[in-house]
């Protein structure tokens, strides 16, 4: 699959990628190879310039780096939007919206409005509204990206707790190495514009992942070759591309 904007550049090429169901991948890169492009393609948001995308998910959830919360509504009508937009009757998309705020914790905060959140906050109630609809495949764009370190990991600690419930499938897009790898059971380094998938990490580390297993050596040792990974990036002499095709 390639992906060339109108103005001629190339932003993605040679790229293949294969999500299983229940499966949670990672995707790192520098800024500008495509992440988010690639993400945007799986979402059909956007069209490959040649190539083609099957996708099986019943539904899709797309999590933004922003929150995009409408902020005229309060967290609880922002989390029955998506409920609205599929017509779902009052009743059904309040209580879908009433259990996904529970999940993500903001049961105290339903009737409050956007600017009186935490950027946090925002984000859990960004998470909540995409749960409302249970799909199977989440594409996660740097959902935490703006936030501080102790709240990003907390909220990754949050997702990682949703994804151990539910199985969904996910694709995260991030620049942070250690949350690429708390959060996946393998991690996809890209490489600089035009983007290409050069290298793939297995995390092997099972579900439910605690916060401390951020300290064992079976962490560690997978974030370094993903950092490793990152770095060859800068040198294309030391890359070593894994191939066209990545598959679980």
Known sequence: MTLRYPNGTLALHGVSLRLSAGEFVGMVGPSGCGKSSLLHIAAGLAQPTTG?????????GYVFQDATLLPWRSVARNV??????????????????????????????????????????RMRASLARALTLAPDLFLLDEPFGALDELTRERLGEQLQQLFTADRFGALLVTHSVAEAVYLSSRVLVM???PG?????????????????????????????????????????????????????
Do not use: N
């Not at 059904?92 to 409050?112: K, N, P």
């Not at 962490?219 to 990545?246: C, H, M, S, W, Y």
């Open 80 to 121: 029955e939007l998506l409920g609205e937009l599929h017509r779902l009757p009052r009743v059904q998309r309040r209580e879908r919206a009433r259990a996904a705020i529970d999940r993500v914790g903001l049961s105290e905060f339903a009737r409050y409005k956007p600017a009186a959140l935490s950027g946090g906050m």
């Open 196 to 248: 290409r998938i050069v290298a793939e990490v297995a995390v092997p580390i099972g579900y439910p992942r605690p916060p401390e297993v951020r300290f064992s050596s079976e962490f560690t040792a997978a974030a370094a070759q993903v950092a490793e990974a990152l770095r060859r990036t800068a040198d294309p002499a030391g890359e070593t591309p894994v191939g066209e095709d990545v598959t679980a």
């Open 52 to 60: 083609g995308v099957t996708r099986t998910a019943a539904g899709i």
């Open 191 to 193: 490489s600089p514009r």
